[in-house]
């Protein structure tokens, strides 16, 4: 059966990955995912956190949630995660700075990882030695245990298309799905792409079923083959700038008797509140200041950097991470912006689309598996793993009866 994946992006292609995982009835050459932009993972799969968290999630999606970090945790164990993309175990902490307020209030308020921390308790740490803080500064532990992790999510990503590739996965790309074609008997056969840098550059690839991941951009997908779906999506872009950065003070050699990396949860008197992430390698990737009012661009290499939200983020990464006097020794290694696709009840949206919202047949179905908001990368996996399940109809590793549109 001949599936399209619509979104080469973490979802899309942990989704190919599972499907052909050994054992599996699908012939990995009938699968074809379609990306539109002309860099690989250039949106969120690329430029997110990669921070993993096993239970740090809501009851609707509990379930998934660890799920997906017991398959992050195997597949870095069967493939050498922690060389190839930085798996790494990690410590949450919580900086308070602010007067009045906890680094996790935003947490608890569900303004960025929705409600992660309530359910935790907090001990007083010392922190990560790369973090510096003001006299007044007080860190908590959130999590110390085995139940959070960091990645490097563009290296998880090219490992997971690098492996569908291998296998036989087709890849087309850079190309924008255009129309879906039906049979003579009115379902759904195949579906016209285009190439996104010659839009006259148009061919039909066979589709029996059909997945789209594609972020942010999934609704816009969904309008233009389905032009008369009966439901709109509830899938918003929320963009978040961020930094990648080096510093002195952060060596992995220097803190696995600490816990190995860490995820700090701050806030700012700007009124922000900052996300920052160690990772094996010397990284620090620091974010948290995001808005829903950019526009989502029409690809994710159209994306324009804001530089205000830049320096914003220079200025605190320069607080959290700087040394006291003026010398200003953290290396910028990368400037980012990614668009977040955040659904209306904060919750993924994944499962089959009824067809009668579509108005037309499809043999296979169409699904979705979108809207998973700040936690994609470490929803990722599960999303694939059941995802693969439910098309090929088999019962699914984690409950997901919450998350159908």
Same mark, same amino acid.
């Given at each position: ?209 059909? @997945? @789209? ?38 060596? @992995? ?78 290396? @910028? ?73």
């Amino acid at each position: 059966m001949a599936t399209v994946i619509v979104g080469a992006g973490i979802i899309g292609s942990a989704t190919a990955f599972y499907l052909t995982q050994t054992p599996s009835t699908v012939m990995a050459s009938s699968i074809h995912l379609v990306e539109s932009s002309p860099e690989l993972f250039a949106s969120a799969s690329g430029h997110a956190a990669g921070f993993l968290a096993r239970d740090w999630f809501s009851l609707s999606q509990a379930s998934l949630g660890a799920l997906s970090f017991d398959l992050h945790k195997e597949l870095a164990e069967q493939h050498n995660g922690a060389e190839k993309w930085g798996y790494c175990r990690s410590t949450g902490t919580s900086l308070a700075e602010v007067k009045g307020q906890r680094g996790d209030e935003w947490l608890r308020d569900g303004t960025s990882r929705a409600e992660a921390a309530a359910i935790h308790d907090f001990t007083e740490g010392s922190g990560p030695a790369w973090l510096s803080r003001s006299r007044n500064g007080k860190v908590e532990v959130i999590s110390e245990d085995d139940s959070t992790a960091q990645v490097d999510p563009l290296r998880l990503s090219r490992f997971l298309l690098s492996t569908c590739l291998e296998r036989g996965v087709q890849l087309h790309q850079p190309c924008q799905p255009l129309s879906v074609n039906n049979d003579s008997k009115g379902r759904i056969s195949s579906i016209t792409i285009t190439s996104s840098a010659d839009p006259e550059n148009q061919r039909s690839i066979p589709c029996s079923r059909l @997945i @789209i991941t594609a972020g942010a951009w999934t609704p816009r997908v969904f309008k233009t083959l389905f032009p008369n779906l009966r439901k709109t999506i509830p899938i918003t872009s929320l963009a978040g700038h961020s930094l990648l950065i080096r510093s002195p003070r952060w060596n @992995i050699g220097d803190e696995i008797e600490g816990g190995g990396c860490h995820a700090v949860f701050t806030t700012d008197e700007t009124g922000y509140s900052p996300e920052v992430f160690s990772r094996v390698g010397g990284e620090i990737y620091i974010a948290g200041l995001n808005s829903a009012t950019l526009p989502l661009p029409e690809r994710a290499t159209d994306r324009k950097i804001d530089r205000k939200s830049i320096e914003v983020l220079k200025t605190t990464a320069k607080r959290l991470l700087g040394k006291d006097d003026d010398d200003d020794d953290l290396e @910028i290694l990368r400037e980012g912006l990614c668009f977040r696709p955040v659904s209306g009840n904060g919750l993924p949206i994944i499962g089959k689309v009824d067809e009668g919202l579509l108005g037309v047949k499809i043999e296979g179905g169409v699904w979705i598996a979108a809207g998973h908001g700040p936690w994609g990368i470490s929803l990722s996996l599960g999303t694939g793993k059941v995802m693969s399940e439910m098309v090929e109809g088999r019962q699914t590793s984690a409950n997901l009866r919450k998350l159908a549109l």
